[in-house]
């Protein structure tokens, strides 16, 4: 691997560890006139297409 990947790689890491994408935006609720809602919130709500039994049928 050329040093410089692991080197990039680290900056990046470095820059998101620092809070440089900690930015959020009105996207969400612009393109589909809802708030968005947290990941465990959208699981919640979809649980069935997230388990092991579905996948046993097809």
């Known amino acids: 691997m050329p040093e410089t990947v692991p080197a990039s790689n680290a900056q990046v890491f470095?820059?998101?560890a620092e809070g440089d994408a900690a930015w959020l935006s009105d996207?969400?609720?612009s393109i589909t006139g809802n708030p968005p809602r947290s990941l465990h919130a959208f699981i919640a709500d979809h649980i069935t297409?997230?388990?092991i039994s579905?996948?046993?049928h097809r």
Do not use: H, K, P, W
């Open 54 to 56: 579905r996948f046993r």
């Open 49 to 51: 297409a997230f388990t």
């Open 14 to 16: 470095g820059l998101i």
């Open 27 to 29: 996207d969400v609720a």
